[in-house]
């Protein structure tokens, strides 16, 4: 007796293998320093990152192109890194206008509000410099500054709706996802 008829009427999907939102890399160095570019938290940088980073930049490869997508990873890095502390501080700002459970709360002064437009200006301009080739790049940094442009728009009532745009996950333009992926 069969117990499963069903399995095989059933068709089976299967993902692609050898599809991935990663620029190719063959030097195994830089894949490895690319990578861990990718995997650490851009909010502050570690420094043997660092250095793992520059040795495989300094490396002697014929892998010019790879070597490439870890330079662009490291910028993006590096100014995520900057640009965090910026809406860290811009954050802080907000928590110490209004008190430590919102007591103060009142209409934001002119410099704050100007500085809000900048910061969403400044994230939105990053966001749309990244070419349709630098998929992966767009999502780690709108992860990395999504989460801190979240903590601020939480703090703040009345914001323009392209603040609604401002996203946690890193989802817009899933590149390699199973959504874009599957058949």
Known sequence: M????????????????????????????????????LAADWEELPEPLQAD???????????????????????AAEAVEQFSGVL??????????????????RPLPEEVQDALRAAYTRYSNYLDAFGPDET????????????????IKMRVSGLDAEWGKVTLLGTSGLSGSYIEQRS
């Open 88 to 105: 860290e501080s811009l954050r802080m700002e907000l928590d110490d206008m209004t008190g430590q459970t919102g007591e103060n709360v």
């Open 136 to 151: 992966y790049l767009r999502k780690k940094v709108e992860t990395e500054l999504g989460r801190h442009m979240i903590f």
């Open 2 to 37: 069969d117990l499963l008829p069903f399995a095989v009427k059933t068709h089976i999907r299967s993902f692609s293998s050898d599809i991935s939102a990663l620029p190719q890399v063959t030097d195994l160095d830089v894949k490895n320093a690319l990578k861990d570019v």
């Open 53 to 75: 980073v520059m040795n495989a930049l300094a490396k002697e490869t014929d892998d010019k192109a790879g070597q490439e997508a870890l330079a662009n990873a490291w910028r």
